[in-house]
């Protein structure tokens, strides 16, 4: 049974840092891309960055660019979001998601198979 289970979310202040994980297990992702979504109240599921599960590659949105990185850690079938410089306007419920066609960029929902829970980032101001 795959399982991807997010952690590391809560509230920071604006200009703050967390550290999103997102835990894979149930089979191999080696040929896999993991994706972050986020969905803020009343709004669309949106993307946030995308890397394949060697560590190569990696997209992100314009609106986190410079402020947030995408990795992954094998050993551990681990994957992160290190998000930096936190705004308000991030608050949101982040998901990982698993791809398993990690030659494409995909930045839409239905490219992705597998989902975790969420976690909920708040930045307040």
């Known amino acids: 049974q795959v399982q991807l289970v997010e952690a590391g979310g809560g509230l920071v202040q604006a200009g703050g840092s967390l550290r999103l994980s997102c835990a894979a297990s149930?089979?191999?992702?080696?040929?896999?891309?993991m994706g972050w979504f986020r969905q803020a109240p009343g709004k669309e599921r949106e993307f946030v960055a995308r890397?394949?599960?060697?560590?190569?590659?990696?997209y992100y949105a314009d609106s986190v660019k410079g402020r947030f990185t995408i990795s992954t850690d094998n050993a551990k079938n681990t994957a992160y979001l290190q998000m930096n410089s936190l705004k308000p306007e991030d608050t949101a419920v982040y998901y990982c998601?698993?791809?398993?066609?990690?030659?494409?960029?995909?930045?839409?929902?239905?490219?992705?198979?597998?989902w975790g829970q969420g976690t909920q980032v708040t930045v307040s101001s």
């Open positions: 149930g089979r191999t992702f080696s040929s896999y891309a």
């Open positions: 998601a698993a791809d398993p066609a990690a030659w494409r960029v995909a930045t839409t929902e239905r490219s992705y198979m597998y």
């Open positions: 890397i394949r599960w060697s560590g190569s590659n990696t």
